[in-house]
């Protein structure tokens, strides 16, 4: 049966050659780099498949279907992690077994071949990589990969036409036709080209060691018949004795895998090694590749850097001017390129090895110099460092809103970022009111770790001299800023109305001249018996932090509230009393009207104040006779309704508000399992003394 078996599909044959497959006899670190790329290949394609049958290649699709990946799939942050780590390494390894081959000369007769075949696999794991990199539809993947596509377009006659192919689109950004263009070229191309090419390259490999073999033992015996010393054979790692594969070398193959798994899982693993794990996130932010929040066509990222196989190219790109970095993209790079496939013809003349050692060795000199100055400029680059920062903040919040209960809705992540108040609100603000305003903390103790303060430009050049000339605006739903207006220091300062035209209108004097002599009048003691029996207060300051705390509970409202006869619904009724009676000449017969009490026009209408209304009413039109009608001080109209001069949309300046009023969603703080457990013990002991 099994001679009828044989005879019709080899398997028996095929199966003792296979289990008799014999090897160079050598412990050589150069043979184990074949098996150590075999395996990178075959983790890529294990993990890439796992990752395609979850992928959908869609502008609004993409991130989305990594994200879930990423987050929902059990173990989907490791798979991820090794297929994009196990990328990386497999492109060291390569460019290591090509340098190893140059110095160790083992791309002459009879292994020219298999020397090509290695650099063929080194340019599709390059292709590969940069491919792979706009797939996941991140903020740093679009921006990246749009550059170096743009560089298309310096090429003459055809330029266009290729940049327009790789669009796929109309343009000028990539869309769902660029990225089904690019899961093509990753997987079926690159992918399936790799497969192809390192079948090739093994039997180029299998070939010459046979060859290899033949050839030295030849020698060895001609050497000897002749009585001379045996030349230096073709490749170091040749040999005369064979052994069985399935022998000890099969211990130091998987030695050598496992030495690449190791590594992978170390940059896999490394945030919980270096103990920089995020513990706002789940730890699937931290471990695996990182994924950076959506791409966003209508934006740019300029921080966006490549791999570090490209920090080279890209440091000496930026060496040369605009003009001429078609000669550093793709002139100089090829001419390269075309040395390494000439280096076996060129190893056969005379000095020709000791050329190609040379070269190389400058080369690689130069790589690893440019890689390092190319990292080293980032880092000491205030600019790319707060750019990075920024992405990583905003990565942080879009993973925060994808994990919301509300989810990603069909429209896409994008989407939850362009209707973020703490995403757009940021942008906004610096587009339209970081001019006149400016946003931080007046003291350490004001600073709230959601609220991250913005500084104008002009505020970081210590030589400017740049001044808010309106109110800072950070943080404002809260009794210590609401009582900085109710203060003649700070509201003079830069943070209120120091730089206004505010400065010595009627608030002022008010705090000066009134508000004083109607502290003085109190010091009576029959008018301090009848200001308390009246009005249960021990002194005016007393009355002064209720007013504070009653405009507080303003703000924290959606809306005024309604009236209940005379009085406003949901208003304490001794606060309102002393508000209006008590004679600070805030309202009343005073220059501010809240609810019923007071007139409209010689001041802000307090109802409602710095509640989400109130704030929106501001922000759109400032001018109106309920804010400061004709005494507003240069701050634009920025929406009417129904106007199509607004400068803003309405859903910009809703976002603005919840922005500045701090109504955004908040994830629950994550629980700390070492918090939990001092926690349960504390309570346990605790209930221990109790009971004795």
């Known amino acids: 049966m099994f001679q009828w078996l044989n005879d019709r599909t080899g398997a028996v044959t095929a199966w003792k050659a296979f289990w008799y497959w014999t090897v160079p006899a050598t412990k050589c670190i150069f043979r184990q780099l074949p098996i150590m790329i075999i395996f990178g290949f075959l983790l890529q394609g294990i993990t890439g498949i796992v990752m395609w049958a979850h992928y959908s290649p869609s502008s609004q699709t993409a991130w989305e279907s990594v994200f879930f990946f990423q987050y929902k799939i059990p173990m ?23 340098i190893l081959a140059i110095f160790r000369r083992s791309y002459r007769k009879p292994r020219e071949f298999v020397f090509w075949g290695s650099l063929v696999l080194l340019l599709i794991a390059l292709c590969s990589c940069l491919t792979g990199d706009l797939m996941s539809w991140s903020l740093s993947g679009y921006s990246a990969t ?3 596509v743009r560089f298309l377009q310096m090429i003459p006659v055809i330029g266009d036409s290729l940049f327009k192919l790789v669009l796929g689109g109309p343009g ?69 004795k064979l052994t069985y594969f399935w022998s000890c070398q099969l211990l130091w193959s998987m030695f050598a895998c496992l030495v690449f798994l190791a590594a992978t899982l170390a940059l896999v693993f490394q945030h919980d090694l270096t103990n920089t794990v995020n513990r706002d996130l789940p730890i699937e932010a931290s471990r695996g590749a990182s994924l950076m929040s959506p791409a966003d066509p209508a934006s740019s990222f300029d921080a966006a850097r490549p791999e570090w196989s490209f920090r080279a190219l890209y440091h000496f790109s930026n060496m040369f001017p605009a003009n001429q970095k078609f000669t550093a993209i793709f002139i100089i790079p090829p001419i390269i390129a075309l040395f390494f496939f000439a280096i076996p013809i060129i190893g056969k003349i005379g000095l020709g090895h000791w050329l190609n050692m040379a070269v190389t060795f400058v080369l690689l000199v130069a790589f690893l110099v ?24 905003l990565s942080h919040r879009a993973v925060e809103l994808a994990l919301a209960p509300t989810g990603i809705p069909p429209t896409g992540a994008l989407t939850l970022m362009q ?42 050049d210590p030589n400017n001299a740049w001044r808010p000339t309106a109110p800072n ?7 210590k800023w609401i009582s900085g207006f109710l203060n003649k220091e700070t509201l003079m300062s830069d943070h209120y ?39 249960e207060l021990d002194s005016p300051e007393q009355g002064m932090d209720l007013i504070v705390q009653m405009l507080l509970d303003e703000a ?57 209304e109130w704030l929106f009413g501001a922000i759109a039109n400032i001018a109106d006779t309920k804010y400061y009608g004709n005494k507003n001080d240069k701050m634009p109209v920025y929406y009417v309704e129904g106007s199509d001069d607004s400068i803003l949309t309405k859903h910009e300046v809703d976002l603005l508000t919840d922005w500045l009023r701090g109504t955004w969603y908040r994830p629950a703080p994550p629980i700390i399992v070492e918090e939990t457990v001092e926690n349960a013990e504390t309570v346990v002991e605790k209930a221990a003394e109790t009971a004795n």
Not at 432 to 459: G, L, M, Q, V
Not at 557 to 585: F, H, W
Request: charged residues 20%.
């Open 172 to 240: 000028p950004g990539f869309g769902t036709y660029t990225l089904t263009r690019f899961t093509v070229l990753h997987i079926m191309l690159f992918g399936g080209g790799f497969f192809l090419f390192l079948i090739l390259w093994r039997f180029f490999d299998f070939r010459a060691r046979k060859m290899e073999v033949a050839l030295n033992a030849a020698q060895a015996a001609y050497d000897a018949e002749m009585g001379r010393q045996p030349e230096a054979k073709t490749c170091c790692c040749s040999s005369t």
């Open 146 to 148: 749009l550059v170096r």
């Open 497 to 535: 109305f120091g730089n206004t035209a505010f400065k010595n209108e009627q608030m002022s004097k008010y705090l000066a001249e009134t508000y004083p002599e109607f502290v003085a009048t109190m010091k009576d003691e029959a008018m301090q018996e009848l200001f308390k029996e009246e009005f």
């Open 473 to 479: 605006l950070y943080n404002p739903i809260r009794a």
């Open 419 to 460: 209707n973020d108040p703490n995403v757009q609100g940021p942008i906004l603000f610096a587009r339209h009111c970081a001019t006149c305003h400016s946003f931080e903390p007046i003291t350490e103790e004001d600073k709230i770790a959601d609220f991250r303060p913005y500084k104008h430009a002009a505020e970081q």
């Open 76 to 98: 989907g942050w490791l798979i991820r992690g090794i297929h994009h780590y196990s990328a990386q390494l497999l492109v060291g390894i390569l460019m290591f077994y090509v």
């Open 370 to 393: 440019m890689t390092y100055l190319s990292y080293q400029h980032d880092f000491k680059d205030p600019d790319f460092v707060a750019a990075v920062q920024d992405a990583r903040n």
């Open 556 to 612: 924290k409202r959606e809306s005024p509230c309604g009236m209940k006869g005379n009085l406003p619904e949901g208003v304490d009724e001794k606060q309102y009393k002393i508000l209006t009676e008590a004679g600070y000449g805030c309202f009343g017969t005073g220059c501010h009207a809240f609810y019923k009490a007071g007139k409209i026009g010689s001041a802000p209408d307090l109802t409602g104040y710095m509640s989400r």
